[in-house]
């Protein structure tokens, strides 16, 4: 038997397009390793068996009767998805940014496994990076790892194992997969009368049909006639990208959030909103008392029904960039977040899954499309917030020092923010759209400034 996509991973392929890829990418920073990043690709390869998802590729089945199949590679090449790179001297930040905007830009080649790993040499003070891609149909849940968990340990003298041989398993042929699916539709008659359903477009009756998203589905349509505000974050979205990073100190956002209220999450949003003012005011854009912009947060919560333990909601949040005073912004974003967390206000992503979920890859290619272009009137841009371990984590013996998220950008969003924490500290990863928002680094720079004016004010 075998395994095929899910609903949601199979949306997150047919939701690509050349000018939008989906893979979220990493960058860590590591002091160097004393067998210098040879060390780092033979810790990748030796524990690639902890992933074995890592060494398969989707496959489509034959007139797109059910969803994509995952299949071993038969021709898995390591050397393909771990790649070696070098910076010229002097190996500055901005240098080694230039190179993740790049990588950033170029999707995967879904004929084969959907990762990339990329080990920088040439960095000042000696330190390597390691630039990871990889595509979110791959990482299946909250637990799943992807490979830059693979490559850390809380000891760093955690041995390198020795690489376990690995034989592909065969993969199905054209008539297999078609018996398979059809053999699906038999045992589950359901699918069938879904899929008709699906065909004449009346995907709500299907959509209905589930246990709570029919209510998730009136919420999301009361979101969507209250459109996003009018932003330049909102435009056509080319093929290049331009990524910045900044960095907080933990212990001065606890002081913030001690001396004015809320949590963490709401001092980062406070931070993130004052620096779109800034910016905003920078290019000569209106703002006034009342303008706003119109974040969408995925947050962690737990699902009692769900086998895995937990799942992502989407809470739309007005990030109110017209407010002056950076102390009424953080009083006004604790007292949404609160509002959206008590009344599970939560929008888009449960919803959209389920007008995808139970349809064939056709439809999964026309829901994943509708809400690409709902998507631009809902929200200005992704924020995400993923708290880290708050000890140090090491490669190969090699100390990580710093970590930045980058986050993919969605069909007419120009601009996405990825914060986590690690070590004490704070990283901010900002994914842009080259032309639409190519001064993001005057934003990352901004991030920063903002966070010292708020420790000012907090005394």
């Known amino acids: 038997m075998v395994e095929r996509l899910t609903g949601l991973d199979a949306s997150f392929i047919y939701l690509e397009e050349p000018d939008t890829p989906m893979h979220v990418g990493g960058v860590l920073i590591l002091e160097r390793p004393p067998g210098g990043v040879d060390a780092l690709a033979d810790l990748i390869e030796a ?8 060494r398969q590729r989707v496959m489509e089945v034959p ?5 994509p199949v995952w299949v071993d590679d038969a021709d898995f090449d390591i050397a393909y998805h771990v790649r070696r790179s070098g910076l010229p001297r002097p190996g500055t930040e901005n240098q080694l940014l230039d190179l993740v905007s790049r990588l950033t830009s170029r999707p995967l080649d879904r004929r084969r496994p959907l990762w990339e790993a990329y080990l920088v040499e040439g960095l000042s003070d000696g330190r390597v990076a390691v630039v990871t891609k990889t595509h979110p149909a791959l990482v299946d849940g909250l637990g799943a790892l992807d490979i830059g968990q693979v490559l850390l340990d809380v000891d760093p003298a955690a041995p390198t194992p020795a690489a376990e041989p690995w034989r592909p398993q ?4 054209a008539a297999e997969l078609v018996w398979e699916a059809l053999d699906e539709y038999v045992r589950r008659p359901s699918a069938v009368v879904d899929t008709v359903r699906g065909a004449v477009t009346d995907v709500r009756s299907t959509a209905a049909r589930l246990t709570g998203v029919a209510g998730g589905l009136l919420r999301t349509a009361r979101k969507t006639i209250m459109s996003a505000p009018t932003s330049p974050l909102n435009a056509s979205v080319g093929r290049q990208r331009r990524v910045a990073v900044a960095r907080a100190e933990l212990e001065d956002l606890k ?6 209220g809320g949590t963490v999450n709401d001092v980062l949003l406070t931070v993130v ?3 779109l003012r800034e910016w905003l005011l920078s290019r000569g854009e209106p703002v006034v008392a009342g303008t706003s912009v119109r974040a969408l947060v995925p947050v962690s919560v737990k699902d009692e029904d769900a086998q895995a333990g937990n799942r992502v909601s989407s809470y739309l949040v007005d990030l109110p960039v017209g407010e002056p005073n950076p102390r009424v912004r953080l009083t006004r974003l604790s007292y949404a977040m609160r509002g959206v967390a008590l009344h599970g206000q939560s929008v888009g992503a449960d919803s959209l899954i389920a007008l995808t979920g139970f349809a064939p890859p056709t439809l999964h290619a026309l829901g994943a499309r509708a809400a690409r272009g709902l998507s631009r009137r809902l929200f200005n841009l992704v924020v995400t917030n993923v708290p880290g371990p708050q000890v140090p984590l090491y490669a190969a013996g090699s100390r990580m020092l710093e970590v930045f998220p980058v986050v993919p950008l969605a069909r007419g969003q120009g601009l996405s923010i990825g914060m986590t924490s690690y070590d004490g500290r704070v990283y901010f990863g900002f994914n842009a759209d080259r032309d639409g928002v190519g001064d993001v680094d005057v934003l990352a720079d901004l991030v920063e400034q903002e966070v010292a004016e708020l420790v000012e004010a907090a005394g």
């Open 273 to 275: 909103t004052g620096a």
């Open 63 to 67: 007139g797109q009767l059910a969803n």
């Open 47 to 54: 524990r690639l068996s902890l992933v074995p998802r890592y």
């Open 255 to 260: 002081r913030i959030r001690k001396a004015h």
């Open 170 to 173: 065969r993969a199905p042929g």
